[in-house]
């Protein structure tokens, strides 16, 4: 048993969730009311503002979010593979039990609505651009971690059978391919050169030439060494999943030597406008997770994350579910 790798697996679940816990927090808020309220940026678990999404939530509670991935690595760990059936029929179980939902995206719902009527959410039109569609995809970069092609075209899968469109194709593969690379320490991120690379990598997973323009500005911005304000101005801080991401992976890579930064960055990226933070800090804390292993949460956050026991679980089958097809294979 490879610690370490295992290590990676448990780091990259927990740190999702405690990621989405802490931005939850603060969701749609200015910094100005951020300052007001709690006096500085946040730091640990706080109850959320009550202009945010998430007021009424425990401190340490998650958004629907990470329910969503929840489920997957359930599904996931209990199937030991994709079946999308299963995800679905676990999807709409959770659909149904209403009073366990947390401000859920519309568009979600409303494709498992027609989904559980056995129609197809694309024959109404429903195109979405939402990263809380993309999220999930997390879990196949950890469960085709050895190869990212596989890890993409699972990510495809499991995003697009709720939230249909080109921008959500890419952004899932952009982001199971960045958890894959990351998990297998394909790069020496440290190095600036590799940072570069890094990136350049990840352009070849997208289709869109555009997408691939907001790639190669996570760079500029890498080079120009440009502050989280400059990085959210230029590439953007809401739920579109091509101003998420990228801010993600930027915050990741620009805190490279100092990950806890990074995890902070991305639960504080509201800028002066309010945006969606949960989601940038559960993009971000799955990322240090993959890249440095469990131990670069801080230990109170991440045992003390909702269902952090649960979660480790889960993120330790899968490990061993995964090692054990990659040493058959071999």
Known sequence: MDESLKSKFIGTVLGAAVGDALGKSVEDLTEEEVIEFYGDRITDFVSPHPSSPAYGQLPEETSDETTI?????ESLVERKGLDIKDFLNRLIDWYDREETHRYPDPMLLTAIDLLSRGINPSSHGLVSS??????????MGLFHYYNPELAVEGAKVVSLLTHRGHVISDASALLSAAIAHLVRGDFYLEDFRDRIRFLDTLKGYLNSENNKKVVDRIGDLIVESADLDT????????TFAFESLPLAIYIFLSNIENPQEALLQAVNSYGEFGGD???IGFLVGSMIGAYYGEEVIPYHLRENVENSQKLRELAEKLYEIVEKQVNFTK
């Open 277 to 279: 933070t949960d989601s």
């Open 130 to 139: 939402s990263v809380e569609g993309v999220l999930r995809s997390v879990a």
């Open 231 to 238: 990085a959210i101005m230029t590439l953007g801080n809401g």
């Open 69 to 73: 991935f929840k489920l997957l690595l």
